[in-house]
């Protein structure tokens, strides 16, 4: 089994930066993709970003394409999300998740998923 923590968040107002942090552990792959999704208060769960197992590609919602960018360091098992630009649009709760499956934008695509960290933008 693989565990998922996410670190990092917090309250920032609008125009700052936090950076997301996924530590894994257990049975962890090198062939897994990393993905972050996030979930607002009385929204659906959405993605956020994406990044493949060798790190060659990544995917981005529309909503957070230039501001937002997703990385992931295999060696020490672990995936990041890097936020500049922060709009209130941003605040929810964000999961980071590993899979092996496709298409990675979608949540079917992922198999473990972490607890979450709060994300909160004030105006």
């Known amino acids: 089994q693989v565990q998922l923590v996410e670190s990092g968040g917090g309250l920032v107002q609008a125009g700052g930066s936090l950076r997301l942090s996924c530590a894994a552990s257990?049975?962890?792959?090198?062939?897994?993709?990393v993905g972050w999704f996030r979930q607002a208060p009385g929204k659906e769960r959405e993605f956020v970003a994406a990044?493949?197992?060798?790190?060659?590609?990544?995917n981005y919602a529309d909503s957070v394409r230039g501001r937002f960018t997703i990385s992931r360091d295999s060696a020490k098992n672990a995936g990041y999300l890097q936020m500049n630009s922060l709009k209130p649009e941003d605040t929810a709760v964000y999961y980071c998740?590993?899979?092996?499956?496709?298409?990675?934008?979608?949540?079917?695509?992922?198999?473990?998923w972490g607890q979450g960290t709060q994300v909160t933008v004030s105006s």
């Open positions: 998740a590993l899979g092996s499956a496709q298409p990675i934008v979608q949540m079917g695509a992922y198999d473990y």
């Open positions: 257990g049975r962890t792959s090198r062939s897994y993709n």
């Open positions: 990044i493949n197992w060798s790190g060659t590609r990544t």
